[in-house]
């Protein structure tokens, strides 16, 4: 039997502050459209803001309906708009947010499986990496790339 090591490089945040502006500009979007996400089952409000190679920035939040899975999360509310509005445009990062009855989260929302692919098709799709932020309370994480958080993708490769 082989074993194989997989590390992920986690940069932690203890405020927004300590972000660097454009990813401050990109977390504050993310935080303000969190508040118009439609979210009326699980009331957990989440808002994600792309950063685009154009400039660009655009949003989105999740959409939630009766009849699950019907809805969309908010990462690729934002990131389909983004890849149907501005085809040639590659995405340089996305910040994720979420609030539960209007205050932020505690620990950092992390995207579900689906988000992850669709992110991690996105990098393939430019072949740039997508730096991700991940807000919350207590801590923002900041990754360098979608494979940090989905290390072992599928992709085209394992047509």
């Known amino acids: 039997m082989k074993t ?18 454009n990813d401050q500009k990109l977390l504050i979007e993310a935080r303000r459209i969190t508040s118009l996400a439609y979210a009326p089952y699980s009331g957990f409000h989440v808002g994600a803001a792309v950063q685009l190679g154009n400039g660009q920035l655009l949003t ?6 009766s009849a699950y899975p019907s809805g969309l999360c908010a990462e690729r509310v934002a990131l389909f708009y983004a890849n149907a509005n501005y085809p040639d445009s590659e995405v340089e990062s996305i910040a994720i947010s ?17 988000c992850r ?8 799709r430019f072949g740039k990496p997508i730096r991700i932020i991940l807000d919350g309370q207590d801590t923002i ?3 360098d790339s979608v494979e940090s958080l989905l290390p072992l993708s599928f992709s085209k490769d394992s047509l």
């Open 4 to 21: 194989t090591e997989i590390r992920i490089l986690v940069y932690e945040f203890e405020s927004i502050d300590e972000l660097p502006v």
């Open 60 to 65: 989105g939040n999740n959409q939630e309906n």
């Open 98 to 114: 979420a609030a539960k009855n209007g205050v932020l989260v505690n620990e950092p929302v992390k995207p579900c499986g689906s």
């Open 117 to 124: 692919q669709a992110l991690a098709e996105a990098e393939v």
């Open 141 to 143: 994480m900041v990754l």
